[in-house]
């Protein structure tokens, strides 16, 4: 028989005995929280419950994160991609006139303390203050991904407001008459497509695979694709821009000369980085490489695809004091993320144990070994997010009866009817 994952331990399992627990080099109190969307309003309140004194930081004007529409454009994404150590992407910016103090007091239903900076600071400073514990919660969706298609930077300068990326779609009224490029055909590019098809004169919707049935994603778009809608085959080059933008072609992967298109909209997804973690950030190492054992620091991030050293995605294994709560792609935000929040509450307050650092790293290679790095590391979805929901309910609450702690009462319907993991 294999030896478990970390995805896959049974309940019986499931909590470290004493002898074997990660020991805590200083008792977490006082908590920093990092991101004031789902996930961390989620754990603010998880935290709170245990009566951790917690501190939420959001760099928005409103916290809510994605949950918090506005009409408002954020800047331009960067072509090519920031450097990954400082790839901070501006979100939307306050309205003008609007004075937004460094940090407040924001009174809602959880009551937190909401600290907030000031974006028209050239280098936005927060608050310096020391905490125990350190939960990242900024997401998966705050840095856009802008492939390296040669020519692509020399367009995007040429011809200014052309070339977007999804984060900045609001309207479909912006594309009215005009003949578009859509780049990627996943949920946001086939979502995208629908909407702006009764208003554009043509889309153009570039696939990397040449065969779209490769794909369910891409399938289900095909089946129901509108009239004005071309599957076309991935981007070659963006050849020299000319004298307008609808003189300038551009190339395929089969040959196909594209011209007359007015905008170029990517939907190719995000990066994950952390630029405010930079000493857990190594790009040195690419898509596959491996730190060294000796080396002092694990890095988090390489290139952007995956979050990496971390135990069951939510504790970094060589100081757990630091974790991140809905890291992961393919999960249902509001539930994973209240099972990560609930069991950092649990060990930070010493209710709930965490294996020895060793038995982390092992459980990590074995699912290294198994899934590989790239963005399906990142990827949990289907029957692995329900998995690891049912590992959780049964590692916390066994230790809850042990040590007194609180218990999670019941599952979403969706998660009863599954066998447990490791059966």
């Known amino acids: 028989m294999s030896a ?3 995805l896959e331990h049974s309940s019986s399992d499931a909590e470290p005995s004493l002898k074997k627990a990660y020991e805590f080099k200083w008792p977490v109190k006082r908590v920093a929280v990092i991101g004031a969307g789902v996930a961390g309003l989620t754990a603010y309140r998880e935290l709170k419950e245990d009566g951790f004194d917690v501190h939420v930081f959001e760099r928005d004007n409103l916290p809510g994160g994605n949950w918090h529409y506005t009409d408002e454009i954020s800047a331009e994404a960067p072509v090519p991609n920031a450097p990954i150590a400082v790839a901070d992407f501006e979100p939307s910016l306050p309205p003008q006139g609007v004075d937004l103090p460094h940090s407040e007091e924001y009174d809602d239903e959880a009551l937190c303390a909401l600290h907030r900076r000031d974006h028209r600071k050239p280098k936005p400073i927060w608050h310096g203050l020391d905490f125990d514990g350190v939960v990242v919660a900024t997401g998966c969706y705050t840095t856009p991904n802008m492939p390296p298609i040669p020519g692509l930077a020399e367009w995007a300068k040429a011809f200014p407001g052309s070339v977007l990326h999804s984060s900045r779609y609001r309207r ?5 008459g005009r003949k578009v490029l859509m780049v990627g055909a996943g949920s946001s590019g086939s979502q995208i497509s629908r909407e702006i098809a009764p208003h554009a004169d043509k ?20 089946r129901t ?22 003189e300038t072609a551009i190339e395929l992967v089969d040959g196909t000369i594209l011209t007359g298109i007015d905008y170029v909209l990517f939907s190719t997804g995000f990066l994950q980085t952390y630029p405010f973690l930079p ?92 899934i590989g790095y790239g963005k399906q590391f990142s990827i949990i979805g289907g029957r692995r997010s329900q998995k690891m929901v049912r590992y959780f309910r049964g590692w916390l609450n066994a230790a809850a009866a042990k040590s007194g702690g609180r218990q999670i009462n019941g599952l979403p319907i969706v998660y009863v009817a599954l066998p447990h993991p490791g059966n």
Not at 203 to 222: A, E
Not at 229 to 239: L, P
């Open 4 to 6: 478990q994952t970390s």
């Open 225 to 246: 694709i509108p009239q004005n809608v071309s599957i076309v085959a991935e981007i070659k080059s963006f050849h020299s821009p000319g004298s307008t933008i609808q």
């Open 172 to 176: 479909q009224q912006m594309v009215a």
């Open 203 to 222: 889309i153009y919707q570039s696939v990397r695979v040449q065969d779209p049935s490769q794909r369910p994603t891409i399938i289900d778009w095909v």
């Open 279 to 370: 000493e857990y950030i190594n790009p040195s190492l690419g898509r596959t490489g491996e730190a060294p054992e000796d080396a002092p620091i694990k890095p988090i991030i390489t290139d952007g695809t995956h979050v990496r050293s971390l135990h069951l995605d939510t504790f970094y294994i060589d100081n757990p004091t630091l974790t991140f709560v809905n890291a992961n792609l393919g999960i249902s935000s509001f539930t994973y993320g209240y099972f990560q929040a609930f069991a950092i509450s649990m060990v930070w307050s010493g209710k709930a144990q965490l294996p020895k650092r060793e038995e982390m790293w092992r459980l990590y290679r074995e699912r290294v070994k198994e």
